[in-house]
């Protein structure tokens, strides 16, 4: 916990998380254990509060509905999974078990991503450049206003060393991920009115200073935040209270 700045047990954590509307879990993405850990968090907030969702990075928001014929049950095993590759190509093994605990007990799946062809243009061309039609494909009310806290934030998380247009660009395309999937998950738990959502995300979007500060400055939503404790992770820096409530 960084909060306490010592080691608690998994279950004082859960104590702890259950009071948040949306608990944010970051991942390395072809880390299993993560995803094993991911999976232990929500079936412990699932044995106290049924009504849970779960947001996944791994989905565009335009797959919901096949992401809920899977909940449904109408959509079997090797149909789900060519869902999945048509939004994110690997690791199917690495996620099946958390997306089989949610068709098993109902729990719905919130798909959060945009579409990869948009990001890849404004980290090239920048914001401005999307089109109306590009724009129509993004969450109503996304932007790209990018703070300087949130470009030292970016600098420090990816490693970035040249400066200028070609870095704003790459700091807006991380905004537009950012934002975008914090509108998701928000507009999800307000039409479906959903108690609690645990978000599984890369670690990049994760810190508070990514997603979470956007839940919160559109929501009033409280939000815990879990990272990976990469201690031999080459880009690792060292985490505080200030990127995270809990290290796993």
Known sequence: SLKKGKVITFNDMINDVINSDIIVIGELHDVMEHHRFQLKVIKSIYEREKNIA??????????QSELDRWINKELNEEEFKKVFKSN??????????ILLFARENGVPLIGLNVPSEITRKVAQRGFASLTKEELKKLPEGVSCDISETYMNFVKKTHEFHSG???????????MLWDKSMAINT???IKKNNIKK?????GKGHAWKHAIPEQIKRLS?????????????????????????????
Request: charge should be negative; glycine fraction near 2%; include cysteine.
């Open 220 to 248: 009033d939503y409280k939000v815990s935040v879990i990272i990976p404790d990469l201690k031999d992770d080459k880009d690792q820096i060292i985490s505080t209270i200030e990127d995270a409530d809990y290290l796993f």
């Open 54 to 63: 779960i947001a996944m990075e791994m989905f565009r928001a335009d797959s």
């Open 88 to 97: 994110w190509k690997t690791g199917w093994e690495l996620y099946l078990d």
């Open 164 to 174: 200028g247009r070609e870095f704003v660009n790459f700091c807006e395309a991380q």
């Open 186 to 188: 928000i507009n999800f």
């Open 197 to 201: 959502v645990i978000l599984i995300t």
